[in-house]
């Protein structure tokens, strides 16, 4: 059988949030935290900033995992961390409860991926606009920024699956890269989800099975 892992590891190659380790990473595998978070999460809500920030560092990873599903491929994950973080720093007092902290973090991290695909959808537009006009130019900046040695080689290649797995339907897409990225089970996924643990399994064997197909077809990352 082969590793699937592999593949989506390949996604986050050039993700600096992603490259991180996984320490904490156990407090958003689940709506319900723990009895230690969810008393950080109440003094965050309290107005403890010392304690906002533990929450959230105890959530980059799962912030990443969601916002890699919904953001444009060039976008920088970082980035779009720090919008994320500033929200949950300035907005955390807003809930009503600590078991409402994930659901929230997962509904701010798809905004703010979603914002930046308009964002970069518009630039998109003016853009093709200018370079109508410096088709030279841009041709040879292209020729310029050719990967050098076998490390670039790797991460254009990275942002080349990842440009794949967005395009495959959310219903798959999230799962898949949840499962791989933040390393859930299919329970744990699915009580994020609010979808039956079967149906999680379901979808993230078509996602590998879609992104597979996908990277065959574009002669990238053979299993």
């Known amino acids: 059988m082969a590793d699937h892992r592999t593949e989506l590891d390949r996604l986050g190659g050039g993700d600096t949030a992603l490259a991180q380790p996984a320490a904490g990473a156990t407090a958003a595998q689940s709506t ?23 929450v959230w560092q105890a959530h980059v990873r799962y912030a990443a995992a969601v916002i890699l599903v919904y953001k444009p491929a060039t976008a920088d994950i970082d980035d779009l961390l720090q919008e994320v973080a500033t929200t949950v720093l300035t907005k955390i007092g807003t809930l009503d409860a600590p078991s409402s902290f994930v659901p929230w973090l997962r509904v701010v991290a798809m905004n703010v991926a979603r914002l930046a695909g308009r964002k970069q959808a518009i ?6 606009l200018e370079a109508a006009h410096e088709s030279g130019q841009s041709e040879h900046a292209s020729v310029a920024q050719r990967p050098a040695d076998s490390t670039v080689a790797t991460r254009q290649q990275a942002g080349e699956l990842l440009k794949l797995a967005a395009r495959l339907p959310d219903d798959y897409r999230e799962p898949l890269l949840l499962k791989c990225v933040n390393e859930l089970s299919y329970r744990q996924i699915g009580a994020m989800l609010g979808l039956p643990e079967t149906t999680i399994e379901t979808r993230i064997a078509r996602g590998r099975k879609m992104l597979r197909e996908l990277a065959r077809a574009h002669n990238i990352g053979g299993d």
């Not at 319900?32 to 533990?54: K, V």
């Not at 630039?123 to 093709?128: A, D, Q, Y």
């Open 32 to 54: 319900q935290p723990s009895p230690e978070m969810q008393a950080l999460i109440i003094a965050g809500m309290g107005g403890d900033r010392h304690a906002a920030a533990e």
């Open 123 to 128: 630039t998109s537009r003016v853009g093709s």
